[in-house]
Nanobody, 127 residues
Framework: QVQLVESGGGLVQAGGSLRLSCVAS????????MTWFRQAPGKEREFVAT?????????SYSDFAKGRFTISRDNAKNTVYLQMNSLKSEDTAAYYC???????????????????WGQGTQVTVSS
């Protein structure tokens, strides 16, 4: 398993922005697809965005994230980011980064495919 540590969450007003970071311990970070999920109280964990390995040239977003969130990676820093703009109260949740050995684009939305998770970072959007 890979150790993942998220940061960057906090309290923000609706319409504001936050940038989440996730640092991985794995030195083969660049070869791993990285994905962000979120989970609100009483709800299931849901897919937010994913980025392909190496150059990160391929990204995919959930419908609610398209046009507002951007996933990116810096392999030199073993870090994946989630830039969140135009935040809404319904974005309030704990955000988790995840990675798995054999996760591809098709399976990237399924949390059960991942074997490494961070501890999560809380995002609270006030209206």
């Amino acid at each position: 398993q890979v150790q993942l540590v998220e940061s960057g969450g906090g309290l923000v007003q609706a319409g504001g922005s936050l940038r989440l970071s996730c640092v991985a311990s794995e030195r083969t970070f660049s070869s791993r697809r990285m994905t962000w999920f979120r989970q609100a109280p009483g709800k299931e964990r849901e897919f937010v965005a994913t980025i392909s390995s190496m150059s990160g040239s391929s990204t995919s977003y959930s419908d609610f994230a398209k046009g507002r969130f951007t996933i990116s990676r810096d392999n030199a820093k073993n870090t994946v980011y989630l830039q969140m703009n135009s935040l809404k109260s319904e974005d309030t949740a704990a955000y988790y980064c995840a990675t798995g050995v054999a996760v591809g684009l098709v399976t990237s939305k399924d949390p059960s495919r991942y074997d490494s998770w961070g501890q999560g970072t809380q995002v609270t959007v006030s209206s």
